[in-house]
């Protein structure tokens, strides 16, 4: 037997103010997306934009339905709607954030695991890793630079040999 320990890298930003001048701007496209969020039964808004090669910005917020398995998350809705109109102009970055009028966030919300996963496919689909920004306004931001840092063992072998680093 042996065993493997694996290291998973992500940034830390303690202010807003530490970002650089592109992820900030994406964090702020994220905030704005929160605004489409339809959450009547949660009260939890998240919104997600992505940034494309292009410029183009691609928004995305969670909707939410009395049928509560209908509904999906904000980075599915944004990822959905770059794979469905956009996907010949890669997705450089992600960001996400939240938003409740119930208590204060703190800490970064992370993806949930079918949006890892559909994160993971996409970044295979545009042989290329997309720089994931968990921003929360009242804590720290999160940054990595793909889903092998949430997902370490996606898609092991094709990853190694296609997506660079
Ligand atoms: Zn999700």
Not at 45 to 63: H, P
Not at 112 to 129: I, T
Request: hydrophobic letters at 40%; glycine letters at 4%; charged letters at 20%.
């Amino acid at each position: 037997m042996v065993k493997h320990n694996i290291n998973i890298a992500f940034e830390e930003y303690q202010t807003f103010e530490e970002l650089n001048e592109s992820d900030k701007a994406l964090c702020l496209e994220a905030e704005k997306a929160l605004s489409g969020s339809h959450s009547p039964y949660s009260n939890f808004k998240v919104g997600a934009a992505l940034r494309l090669k292009s410029g183009r910005i691609v928004y995305g917020s969670n909707q939410e339905n009395a049928a509560y398995p209908s509904g999906l998350c904000a980075e599915r809705v944004a990822l959905f709607t770059w794979s469905a109109n956009f996907a010949d102009d890669p997705v450089e970055a992600m960001a996400v954030t939240a938003h409740t009028s119930k208590f204060k966030i703190e800490k970064p919300i992370t993806p949930c695991g079918s949006c890892l996963q559909v994160l993971a496919e996409f970044e295979k689909k545009q042989l290329m890793p997309i720089r994931t920004l968990l921003y929360c306004k009242e804590g720290v931001t999160w940054a990595t630079n793909g889903a092998d840092s949430f997902l370490p063992f996606m898609f092991f072998e094709d990853r190694l040999a296609t997506v660079p680093v």
